[in-house]
C-alpha cells in the first residue's frame, strides 16, 4: 500500500473516531455552563487540524 493511500485510510478512520469522541464528551459538555462549551467547541473543532497536517505531509512524502 502506498503512503499516499495509507494516509487517507488512516485519515478517514482516525478523524471518524475524533468526531464520535468530540460528540461523546460534548454530550456532557452541553450540561455545562455556555463559556464552557464554547471553549470547547472551539478547541475541539480546529485541535484536530495539527495531526491532519503532519499526516499529509508524511502521505506526501516530505
Same mark, same amino acid.
Given at each position: 500500500? =502506498? #503512503? =499516499? #493511500?495509507? @494516509?487517507?485510510?488512516? %485519515?478517514? $478512520? *482516525?478523524?471518524? *473516531? !475524533? &468526531? ?5 464528551? %460534548?454530550?456532557?459538555?452541553? #450540561?455545562?455552563? *455556555?463559556? $464552557?462549551?464554547?471553549? !470547547?467547541? @472551539? &478547541? @475541539? %473543532?480546529?485541535?484536530? $487540524?495539527?495531526?491532519?497536517? #503532519?499526516?499529509?505531509?508524511? *502521505?506526501?512524502?516530505?
Amino acid at each position: 500500500m =502506498s #503512503r =499516499s #493511500r495509507a @494516509a487517507l485510510l488512516i %485519515g478517514l $478512520v *482516525g478523524f471518524a *473516531g !475524533y &468526531v464520535l469522541l468530540v460528540l461523546t464528551l %460534548g454530550d456532557f459538555v452541553l #450540561r455545562m455552563h *455556555g463559556t $464552557v462549551q464554547m471553549v !470547547y467547541f @472551539a &478547541v @475541539a %473543532g480546529t485541535i484536530w $487540524v495539527w495531526p491532519a497536517k #503532519r499526516l499529509i505531509y508524511w *502521505g506526501a512524502g516530505k
